[in-house]
């Protein structure tokens, strides 16, 4: 069963509305993080956690807030949507440690804003 | 700047022909992983090898620290291995991740 759940999977969005990405993870990892990726790239970070209640910014988090409410739950939230934040969103859990820091990974949200 | 580096782009090779993935880091590193994405999919991590050669079944990975480069092989390559592959480095007290852009894999029969 999946450790990392996303929801929703797909989402068109109209500029300037609001959009909430959630990541429920079960496995009990405290370090949560979204990644952002555009066709043809690779992964972006823009928000990650490592305790509950705080969060930290990644490397592009300009125009995207994060809220790490418990262990399990992280999300991502776009106040304003702009058509430049269309992309598949990615969540993903690890223990944290850098002598075992596997990433487990969540199927994806692709958002399209229109 | 990019602080990973993938190569090659793009491989197109014959079912049965071996493959051979470069990932190259700018900077020092704690740990290093090989992802691979299902097109259109998710991400599953393939190896965590932060140094020396690991092997599963007909993939190996080998990571030398000390000249910050890792490369994943893939023997007697199958359709089913089409898709793309990223690296991703760990640096930092806090082991933030770095990906690559990733190489992506087409296998013909």
């Known amino acids: 069963e999946a450790a990392v759940t996303q929801s929703p999977r797909s989402k068109v969005a109209v500029t300037g509305g609001k959009v909430t990405l959630s990541c429920h993870q079960t496995n009990n990892h405290d370090y949560m993080y979204w990644y952002r990726q555009d066709t043809g790239h690779g992964l972006r970070l823009i928000h990650y956690s490592y305790v509950a209640d705080s969060t930290e910014k990644g490397d592009i988090p300009d125009g995207y807030k994060a809220s790490r409410p418990s262990q399990e739950n992280f999300s991502l939230i776009l106040e304003l949507a702009s058509l430049s934040q269309t992309a598949v969103y990615f969540c993903?859990?690890?223990?944290?440690?850098?002598?075992?820091?596997?990433?487990?990974f969540g199927e994806g949200s692709r958002l399209i804003v229109v | 700047g990019q602080q990973v580096q993938q190569s090659p782009t793009s491989l197109v090779l014959q079912e049965g022909e071996n493959a051979e993935l470069q990932c190259n880091f700018s900077t020092s590193l704690n740990s290093m992983q090989w992802f691979y994405q299902r097109p259109g999919g998710s991400l599953v991590s393939v190896f965590y090898?932060?140094?020396g050669t690991k092997q599963s079944g007909r993939l190996t990975s080998t990571t030398v620290i000390k000249e910050r480069r890792s490369s994943l092989h893939i023997s007697s390559s199958q359709i089913t291995d089409s898709g793309t592959y990223l690296c991703?480095?760990?640096?930092?007290?806090?082991?933030?991740?770095?990906f690559g852009d990733g190489t992506q894999l087409v296998v013909k029969p």
């Open positions: 993903a859990s690890s223990d944290g440690r850098p002598s075992g820091n596997t990433l487990y």
């Open positions: 090898n932060p140094s």
């Open positions: 991703a480095m760990g640096r930092g007290s806090n082991n933030r991740i770095f």
